[in-house]
C-alpha cells in the first residue's frame, strides 16, 4: 500500500527532484521531528520530505502506542502549511501484516522518482545508532545516501561505530549551501565491493525530544484548563495537542 509521491514531487520542474525520506512512528510527531525536516531541507535544497509513518515497526514488536490512523491524522496536522513537506503512506501496514523494512521501501520510493531525482534517508540520532540492527542494513546507505540529525560533539569514531559491519566512511570537504544557516558534515560511505555513497550529518540542531516522554507526560492525572501545561505540551504542534485531547490518546 503505496501513496503516490505527492504532486510537487511528482512533477517537477528541470526533470529532477530532491526527496527525503522520513519514516518512524510519529507517536505523536512533535516539535523536533518538524526542526529535523525543516533543517534538512534547508541545508541539502530538499524539495519534498515525506513524512511516512510505519506500519509495524521489526524492532518495536508490541507496536506503537496509537494506530496507525491515529497517528497518520496527527502527522497531517504536524506538517499542514510547511513548503515541502507531505504525508506518503510508502511505509503503511502491510495487507499480510508484514514488518515495513526500510531498505524495501526506499527502493519501491526510488522507483518511482522521475528522472534527475535523488533520494535521500533522513532520520535522527537516535534511529542512526540502531541501524546496525536493521534489516539488510548495509544497503540502506546505498539506495538512499542518509542525513542524520546527530547529537551535538559526535565525533567521527561515533559515526564508524554505529555503521553497519562491512562499512567504512570517509571525511570529505563540507557541502549544503552556504546561505542556508544549518552546518552540514558531509562523508563519503564504501563498502566491501567498493561501491560509494554520500553521507550526511547535521551536527548543531541539539534536538533532545523523546516521543515517549511526550507520552508520559500526557498520562498525567487530567488538569484543570486553568493548570500549567505540561512539557509534553510544549513540544507538541497545537493541531497535534488538540487531536490528542479529542481523541484521548495516550490516557
Known sequence: MREPLPEAAAKPPGGGRRVAFFGGSFDPPHLG???????????LGLDAVLFAPVGAQPLKPHGAAAGFEDRLAMTRLAIAGEPGFAVSLADAPQPSGAP??????????????PPGGALFCLMGADSFFTLRQWHRAGEIPFA??????SRPG???DDLQAALPAGLTIESIAETGRP????????YVLLNRAGDRTFFYVLPGLNVEISASGIREQIREPARAPSATPTAGDALLPAAVLSYIRSR????
Do not use: K, M, W
Open 33 to 43: 521531528h518538524l526542526a529535523v525536516a525543516r533543517a534538512a531541507r534547508a541545508a
Open 100 to 113: 515495513n523494512y526500510t531498505l524495501e521501501t526506499l527502493l519501491g520510493l526510488r522507483a518511482e522518482l
Open 144 to 149: 538512499a545516501p542518509l542525513i542524520v540529525a
Open 154 to 156: 559526535q565525533r567521527l
Open 179 to 186: 546561505d542556508s544557516g544549518v552546518e552540514v558534515r558531509s
Open 248 to 251: 484521548g490518546l495516550y490516557r
